[in-house]
């Protein structure tokens, strides 16, 4: 099996999320930390990480501002609002749900 | 829950689209070479790490078209383009867009037309008041319908319990919206 998977359909959101509560970042940035978390597990697409961080963006979720890099480029920083923290909650407490019910079916004795 | 941002953001874009897609290349070239960077920190040569990302990523170009696709607002300029080219074909043959518009004139001519016949003759209401209270009767048996005589008319109005009151028309060529 290949090492590296895309990201579980639709639980892009909130890994982008968690990985914003943290400290704001690039695109770049957040595909880094969500490949080295997940031990490699978990491959991002920039394409599809940067259409969802324009869509958090307008759901309210995060905040965008361009910075000035080191070597005086501009890159765009994405942070957590108020309102996306109370989402990656919500989001978090579902996902565990859903996990953990996944999980019992499986161990279950068929 | 939609936010006013969609609105916001996507009129943004949509008034100014050479700073929304300037944003969109920055952000992707800017991401590439990120990744170019930490290959080269792995000790690929700047070349080697250029084509490395592309062969992972695609075309930068085409990371932006997926980027820049997503809003409201390209639905918008979709919709427009398409008018755009429809009214440059259109303008490109003449003659077969002079017989596509008569086509239509006559089309929507003729059913207007009949419509506004039935809506008169059937639809309209009669000119009285509470005209959707008015009912009419007929007497009819198994060989159908019967003519109604005067007497008929006036013994009905006499036992009449059922409506408020009764009328007698008399159908003759001229005016019929009068009662007679």
Redesign the interface.
């Given at each position: 099996m290949d090492a590296n998977t895309d990201v579980i359909q639709g639980t892009l959101d909130m890994l982008i999320l968690k990985t914003l509560s943290l400290e704001p970042m690039h695109g770049f940035g957040i595909a880094r930390r969500v490949e080295q978390i997940s031990r490699g597990v978990f491959k991002v697409n920039p394409g599809s990480l940067l259409t969802a961080l324009t869509r958090l963006e307008r759901a309210g979720w995060l905040d965008s501002e361009w910075r000035e890099t080191a070597n005086s480029r501009r890159a765009k920083y994405y942070a957590l609002t108020r309102s996306g923290k109370r989402q990656l909650e919500a989001e978090t407490a579902d996902w565990t749900r859903r996990a953990a019910a996944v999980a019992r079916i499986l161990k279950s004795e068929a | 829950?939609p936010?006013w941002?969609?609105v916001t953001?996507?009129l943004r874009s949509l008034l100014n689209r050479s700073a929304a897609d300037r944003?969109?290349a920055?952000?992707?070239e800017?991401?590439?070479?990120?990744?170019a960077a930490?290959l080269r920190s792995k000790g690929l040569s700047a070349e080697d790490a250029r084509r490395a990302v592309r062969l992972e990523?695609?075309h930068a170009n085409?990371?932006q078209e997926?980027?820049r696709?997503?809003?409201w607002e390209n639905v918008v300029d979709t919709v427009g383009a398409d008018l755009r080219h429809a009214a440059r074909q259109l303008s490109r043959r003449p003659a077969f867009a002079l017989a596509a518009v008569a086509t239509l004139a006559l089309g929507i001519g003729a059913t207007t037309a009949v419509f506004s016949v039935v809506y008169s003759v059937l639809i309209k209401p009669l000119p009285y008041p509470n005209a959707d209270e008015l009912v009419r009767i007929r007497h009819s048996d198994i060989h159908g319908e019967r003519s109604f005589s005067e007497t008929m008319y006036l013994t009905y109005r006499e036992e009449n319990r059922t409506f408020a009151s009764i009328g007698l028309w008399h159908e003759t060529a001229g005016d019929a919206d009068r009662p007679r």
């Amino acid at each position: 099996m290949d090492a590296n998977t895309d990201v579980i359909q639709g639980t892009l959101d909130m890994l982008i999320l968690k990985t914003l509560s943290l400290e704001p970042m690039h695109g770049f940035g957040i595909a880094r930390r969500v490949e080295q978390i997940s031990r490699g597990v978990f491959k991002v697409n920039p394409g599809s990480l940067l259409t969802a961080l324009t869509r958090l963006e307008r759901a309210g979720w995060l905040d965008s501002e361009w910075r000035e890099t080191a070597n005086s480029r501009r890159a765009k920083y994405y942070a957590l609002t108020r309102s996306g923290k109370r989402q990656l909650e919500a989001e978090t407490a579902d996902w565990t749900r859903r996990a953990a019910a996944v999980a019992r079916i499986l161990k279950s004795e068929a | 829950m939609p936010s006013w941002r969609h609105v916001t953001r996507g009129l943004r874009s949509l008034l100014n689209r050479s700073a929304a897609d300037r944003d969109i290349a920055d952000e992707v070239e800017h991401y590439f070479d990120e990744a170019a960077a930490v290959l080269r920190s792995k000790g690929l040569s700047a070349e080697d790490a250029r084509r490395a990302v592309r062969l992972e990523f695609g075309h930068a170009n085409n990371v932006q078209e997926r980027v820049r696709a997503y809003g409201w607002e390209n639905v918008v300029d979709t919709v427009g383009a398409d008018l755009r080219h429809a009214a440059r074909q259109l303008s490109r043959r003449p003659a077969f867009a002079l017989a596509a518009v008569a086509t239509l004139a006559l089309g929507i001519g003729a059913t207007t037309a009949v419509f506004s016949v039935v809506y008169s003759v059937l639809i309209k209401p009669l000119p009285y008041p509470n005209a959707d209270e008015l009912v009419r009767i007929r007497h009819s048996d198994i060989h159908g319908e019967r003519s109604f005589s005067e007497t008929m008319y006036l013994t009905y109005r006499e036992e009449n319990r059922t409506f408020a009151s009764i009328g007698l028309w008399h159908e003759t060529a001229g005016d019929a919206d009068r009662p007679r």
